[in-house]
C-alpha cells in the first residue's frame, strides 16, 4: 500500500475559539483558513476555473515553459512535502514531467480532512510507485510531520500565491517554520502574486460567477453547521478591493442591515454597513519578495515569470 493518512484535524473548539475572538475583535474579523471544508476547498477549486481569477493560468504557463529548469532544481532523490495541498493538481503537472525520476514520497497536507484523502488517494492511485503519506494539520501555525517522513532533502511545494493571506511579519514566521521542518539541505518552491493594474485585482476577486461570493459566505454556513448557530447568511455580502496603500486584497462579509447574531451565549451587534475582514492577499515585486524570503532564512536562487509579469515562481534554498 502506498498511501497512508495522518490526521491531525483540528476540533470544532478551534473554530468556536477563532469565532468568538474574532467577532469580539475591532475591526471584526475571521481566520481565513477556515474557508477549507469539504465545500469551501470545492468552491475554491472552482473560482480557480473562473476567466477572471488569472492566477492558476498564468501560473501553469510559467511552470508550463520552466518545468524542466524547476525539475532540475528539485532533483529526483527527494521528498516533496506540499502544504495546502487542496487537490492535488498543481503536483501532477510536475510529477507527469518527472517521469520515472518521482521524488522518493510526496507528502500533501491540507486542513480539510475529506478533500485531502479523497484527492491525495486519487493520486496514489494513479501513481502507483510514488508513496504518498497525507497529512490533515494546520499548516498555518507550528506543525510536526510524522516519523514516516524523511529527514533528508525536503522540497517544499507551495504554490498559488497562498502566501500572500499571512500579513508580511506572519510570512517570515511561516517561512522560517518551512524552512526549520525542511533543514539544512531543504528547497522550497514557492509561488506569489505581484503587483499590477488595480483593475485587473479587483475583477480577480469579484468574478462575474460570484464563486468567490460563495466560497466567502460559506465560512459563515460552515458556522451554522458546526457550531449549531442561524446565522442568516443571506443578510451578508460579498466585498473584495485592492487597498493599494497596503499592497493587498482584502476580502470582507458585509452586514445589509443592522442585526444581532446569536453565538454560542455571546451576542455580537453589527451596524449596516459593518464588515466583518475574512482574508488578505498581499502582492509583491520581485525585489520586496526576495527580500522577505532573506529575512526568512531562504537565498534565492531562481524566479520565474510569466511575459506580463502578473506572477511569480522562486526556488530557494535553505541558507546555511
Keep these: 500500500m502506498n498511501f497512508q493518512l495522518h490526521n491531525y484535524q483540528p476540533d470544532t473548539e ?23 471544508d469539504e465545500i469551501g476547498s470545492k468552491l ?9 481569477y488569472y492566477i492558476p493560468t498564468v501560473e501553469q504557463e510559467i511552470f508550463a515553459q520552466y518545468a524542466d529548469e ?28 518527472m517521469q520515472k525520476n518521482l521524488p522518493t514520497m510526496y ?12 484527492s491525495a488517494q486519487q493520486l496514489a492511485n494513479d501513481y502507483p510507485e510514488l508513496s504518498v503519506h497525507a497529512v490533515c494539520v494546520d499548516h498555518t501555525k507550528p506543525f510536526q510531520l510524522p516519523d514516516e517522513i524523511p529527514a533528508h532533502r525536503r522540497v517544499l511545494f507551495y504554490p498559488g500565491s497562498s502566501l500572500g493571506n499571512f500579513k508580511p ?34 475583477h480577480a476577486y469579484n468574478d462575474a460567477a460570484e464563486v468567490t461570493a460563495a466560497f466567502n459566505l460559506n465560512l459563515l454556513t460552515r458556522i451554522n453547521s458546526e457550531l449549531g448557530t442561524k446565522i442568516a447568511v443571506d443578510r451578508f455580502a460579498h466585498h473584495a478591493f485592492y487597498n493599494k496603500a497596503k499592497s493587498r486584497i482584502e476580502m470582507h462579509l ?8 446569536h453565538i454560542l451565549q455571546h451576542e455580537f451587534h453589527f451596524d449596516a454597513g459593518e464588515t466583518i475582514h475574512t482574508e488578505n492577499s498581499y502582492k509583491y515585486s520581485v525585489n520586496e519578495f526576495q527580500t522577505l524570503v532573506t529575512k526568512a532564512g531562504w537565498v534565492c536562487d531562481h524566479v520565474w515569470l510569466d511575459d506580463k509579469h502578473y506572477f511569480g515562481v522562486y526556488f530557494l534554498r535553505a541558507a546555511k
Design 14 to 36: 478551534d473554530l468556536k475559539t477563532v469565532v468568538i475572538k474574532g467577532l469580539q475583535h475591532s475591526p471584526k474579523q475571521l481566520h481565513p483558513k477556515f474557508f477549507y
Design 44 to 52: 475554491f477549486d472552482q473560482i480557480c476555473q473562473q476567466p477572471e
Design 70 to 97: 524547476m525539475i532540475e532544481c528539485i532533483s529526483s532523490n527527494c521528498v516533496i512535502i506540499e502544504p495546502g495541498a487542496g487537490s492535488t493538481k498543481k503536483i501532477r503537472f510536475l510529477l507527469e514531467r
Design 107 to 118: 507528502v500533501p497536507m491540507d486542513i480539510s480532512a475529506e478533500h485531502l484523502q479523497r
Design 169 to 202: 511579519h506572519e510570512a517570515i514566521d511561516f517561512l522560517q517554520e518551512l524552512r526549520n521542518q525542511g533543514g539544512d539541505d531543504s528547497a522550497l518552491l514557492i509561488g506569489i502574486d505581484t503587483k499590477k493594474d488595480s483593475d485587473v485585482l479587483n
Design 254 to 261: 458585509v452586514s445589509k442591515q443592522e442585526q444581532t447574531l
